[in-house]
């Protein structure tokens, strides 16, 4: 059975920064691509940050530069750190396969950012 559980979320003001981690079992993530996603109140659940297996990194523009994702394969934990975060990142994060195996979906991690 796989188990995905993300953690590290948090309330922060405007311009700060959080560090989420996710940690899987009953599957490996090295190989294959992983992402972070992220789920507003009222809107669909998007990605925001892929690793590829190669190691290449694609963020979509709301987020660039401010978001990097990251992984240790030994740890087989996917990591995203969220620096100048801004009130309209508030959301649910979740972290999954890319493209996402719909039976994964963990819990997420809860982001709020304040003004």
């Known amino acids: 059975q796989v188990q995905l559980v993300e953690s590290g979320g948090g309330t922060v003001q405007s311009g700060g920064s959080l560090r989420l981690s996710c940690t899987a079992s009953?599957?490996?993530?090295?190989?294959?691509?992983v992402g972070w996603y992220r789920q507003a109140p009222g809107k669909q659940r998007e990605l925001v940050a892929q690793?590829?297996?190669?190691?290449?990194?694609f963020y979509p523009d709301s987020v660039k530069d401010r978001f990097t994702i990251s992984r240790d394969s030994a740890k087989n934990t996917v990591y995203l750190q969220m620096n100048s975060l801004k009130p309209e990142d508030t959301a649910v994060y979740y972290c999954?396969?890319?493209?996402?195996?719909?039976?994964?979906w963990g819990q997420g991690t809860q982001v709020i950012v304040s003004s």
């Open positions: 999954n396969s890319v493209p996402p195996y719909d039976t994964d």
């Open positions: 690793n590829t297996p190669s190691g290449g990194t």
């Open positions: 009953g599957r490996r993530f090295s190989g294959m691509g």
